[in-house]
């Protein structure tokens, strides 16, 4: 073991460094190892009793095929363990089945050591999703040189696999491909000079064609902002594409005029703002602007009916911006609204309802989880070993 005498050289440091480094290594080997045990421990058979007499849970298949299935509620409790989400730790969970039963030659290399838990699992998030004897293939000619490999050379055996085991599938999946195109406008990271970032994965043909509008807009925007750069025109210009059209400005604030520091929050993306660039927002050409009334999220409100009214659900979505289950992050636009005391015993109010996604709702319903709040923003999840996790 390192002492502090140790660092009083650059030489310390550095075996102090490569010391630290092993103990983490060994220490996300046996965390690897440990997750294919939770697995073994919560076998699909488990819970076919259960789901014969009510269909509460399901057995779950966290890996490719030959893996073996698993209890679908296990999954979250070995999440929490992990300091996961139960989304991250399903992938964990799976990536580690994947890599011990279809992966055994990789599996074997990251138990000596050899490759690293990170790499493993990038090689086998990428296999879980081929047949059987593909996978054998993929882990015979990676495995050897998985140590060293990029992401390409990953990708592009998984493809080979396909195409070789699988040729049906490998077209299909090259058709899903056109599938998969978006666009992110990403809210949720508004810096404080209120930009957000946009990214998209579109056509080529789309691609060309959203190129030569945002080109020319940002051409006609020089005539009128000759001292804007090439790129910050290029960024107006999204804006502008649909001039002439009325576009509806949706936006949650809350400015107090008391303050001194001239800051508006806006709730839609719980970021800051200027009262000047409100005020830019709310002044552009083709904009209209209504003004709602004011939801106050310390109001009490409440209703006799086991449903929302629109008001209350709005204020509990803004009170609650994800699922209230530890480690959760699903925006709570997509929850169910969940009573913590049930109804008819718990009021359909303001203190009463929370969002649950559905997969964290089904798990307090059927799956032993309880929960309580402990204060405004504040729950204690009880876990069906006993275990309290607390989400603020």
Not at 22 to 46: D, G, N
Not at 341 to 363: A, F, K, M, Q, Y
Request: a negative charge; glycine letters at 6%; hydrophobic letters at 35%.
């Amino acid at each position: 073991m390192t002492t502090t005498a140790d660092l009083d050289s650059p030489a310390g440091v550095l075996d102090a460094v490569r010391e630290q480094h092993q103990i983490e290594s060994t220490a996300s080997i046996e965390k690897f190892r440990l997750a294919v045990e939770w697995a073994v421990m919560h076998p699909a058979e488990s819970v076919v009793h259960a789901a014969m007499v009510d269909g509460t849970e399901d057995e779950l298949a966290i890996a490719g095929p030959g893996a073996p299935l698993v209890a679908e509620f296990c999954v979250a409790e070995l999440a929490l363990a992990l300091g996961m989400s139960t989304d991250a730790g399903k992938r964990y969970l799976g990536d580690a089945v994947e890599t011990r039963y279809r992966l055994p030659r990789l599996w074997s290399r990251v138990m000596r050591g050899e490759v690293p838990v990170w790499k493993a699992r990038q090689i086998a998030t990428r296999t879980i999703g081929l047949p059987e004897d593909a996978a054998g293939f993929v882990d015979q000619h990676v495995a050897p040189v998985a140590h060293r490999c990029s992401y390409a050379q990953i990708d592009r055996a998984d493809d080979h696999a396909r195409d070789l085991y699988d040729p049906d599938e490998a077209e299909a999946r090259r058709a899903e491909q056109a599938e998969h195109r978006h666009v992110d406008i990403r809210l949720g990271d508004v810096t404080t000079d209120g930009l957000v970032y946009i990214e998209a994965t579109t056509d080529l043909a789309d691609a060309l064609a959203f190129e030569a509008q945002v080109a020319a807009k940002a051409h006609d925007l020089l005539g009128h902002h000759p001292h804007l750069s090439l790129d910050v025109r290029r960024s107006m210009a999204l804006g502008h594409l649909g001039d002439g059209i009325a576009r509806e400005l949706v936006i949650h604030t809350h400015h107090d005029t008391s303050s001194t520091d001239g800051l508006v929050r806006v709730d839609n993306t719980g970021s800051w703002i200027t009262v000047e660039q409100l005020g830019e927002w709310c002044q552009q050409e083709h904009t209209r602007v209504t003004i709602r009334p004011v939801l106050d999220l310390n109001e009490h409100l409440h209703t006799d009916r086991y449903q929302p009214t629109e008001r209350l659900r709005e204020q509990v979505i803004q009170t609650h911006p994800t699922c209230v289950f530890p480690r959760c992050e699903r925006p709570s636009r997509r929850c169910d609204l969940d009573h913590t005391v049930e109804w008819p015993l718990g009021p359909t109010d303001s203190v009463n309802l929370v969002p649950l996604c559905r997969g964290h709702h089904r798990l307090k319903t059927h799956g032993g989880w309880t929960y309580q709040r402990t204060g405004h923003r504040t729950f204690d999840w009880l876990s069906p070993h006993g275990i309290t996790y607390r989400r603020t």
